[in-house]
């Protein structure tokens, strides 16, 4: 594990780089990584086929989005490379379960594509290799082309998951064939969506590896580098003490006996259990380390630095 670790760890400095080239087979190993399904090897397709059938769906309502809002939809390019960086995720993930690595796949993709010269090529190891050559990304050719292919590509999902929810297909054999096709419908859908596929192969590592690290690192405390006087306690037991008054509900909240903030009510006539709310600023400190209501509370606000107890401006500062 600590080598898979070290492993993983240098090669997210590099595939961090702006530029750096994504292999197939490296990508489909980074995906065992972040893997959750508790299903292993062949018994976890299944619950992949739904995750990838989903995130085609996702790609359609991004193109949705795009087609009704026009220019107004300005996070439409970022959002349409995460989509696909999630879709290859499960591609690959599945094509794994499956016993297939992801350049078995793209040997037969490549071989196949009546529009692509690949003779005198060797078959694509990257995912750089799999799209056409160009110089750059510059916008996809028409919204009506770019919508064919996704749901081309959503109508072979579809089919495959219903071929496999009727066990019509043989996992090791038939899969892999399907898997072509799907993998060269996402290629296609890329060329024409001005998608780069190494790039969002790329950003979903980087992603995926910040949602779910291998290795688990805490930064330091806002307030580490103050006085223990100002610093929140780094072991809070609170009691949220419920009172009834007059048919009103009251929360006051103690710590080491001594009442802390004022005593709260829902504050409307529907209830709605605000009077616990304090427990989110609790939450801050514990997470996050950061909870200006707590700091007034406690009384341990940053008074040494003016410029930090006073400003306001910029809460993760605090």
């Not at 989509?83 to 793209?106: C, K, Q």
């Not at 060797?122 to 510059?138: G, K, N, S």
């Not at 929810?165 to 996992?171: A, E």
Request: glycine fraction near 8%; hydrophobic fraction near 40%; charge should be positive.
């Amino acid at each position: 594990m600590r080598k898979a670790n070290k492993r993983a760890g240098s090669q997210l400095t590099a595939i961090a780089e702006p530029n750096a080239i994504v292999s197939l087979d490296q990508y489909q190993w980074w995906t065992t990584l972040t893997d959750k399904n508790r299903r292993p090897d062949a018994g976890g397709i299944g619950f992949a086929l739904l995750g990838l059938f989903g995130e085609v769906g996702s790609l359609l309502s991004e193109l949705k989005k795009k087609q009704r809002d026009s220019d107004s939809y300005i996070a439409y390019h970022d959002s349409v490379i995460e989509e696909f960086g999630d879709a290859l995720w499960y591609l690959a993930n599945v094509a794994l379960r499956a016993g297939v690595r992801l350049s078995a796949l793209s040997r037969r993709v490549s071989a196949n594509l009546a529009d692509w010269d690949y003779h005198g090529r060797p078959a694509p190891r990257t995912f750089a290799e799999l799209q056409r050559r160009r110089r750059a990304f510059r916008g996809p050719r028409s919204s009506n082309l770019v919508e064919r292919r996704l749901l081309s590509l959503a109508g072979k999902v579809g089919a495959l998951l219903d071929d496999f929810s009727t066990g019509k297909i043989d996992v090791n054999r038939v899969l892999s064939g399907d898997l072509v096709e799907i993998l060269r419908s996402l290629i296609a859908a890329g060329d024409d969506a001005d998608v780069s596929l190494n790039e969002a192969a790329r950003r979903n590592v980087i992603k995926t590896l910040g949602r779910w690290p291998t290795t688990l690192t805490y930064g330091p405390l806002y307030d580490e580098n103050y006085d223990r006087d100002e610093q929140l306690p780094r072991r809070i037991v609170m009691q949220f003490v419920e009172t009834k008054l007059g048919g009103k509900k009251y929360v006051l909240q103690k710590c080491n006996g001594v009442n802390i903030g004022d005593r709260l009510t829902d504050n409307k006539l529907e209830p709605d259990d605000y009077r616990f709310h304090d427990v989110f600023h609790l939450a801050y400190a514990a997470i996050l380390g950061w909870s200006p209501v707590l700091r007034a509370l406690f009384k341990v606000k940053r008074k040494s630095r003016p410029e930090v107890d006073e400003i306001r401006t910029a809460p993760a500062r605090f």
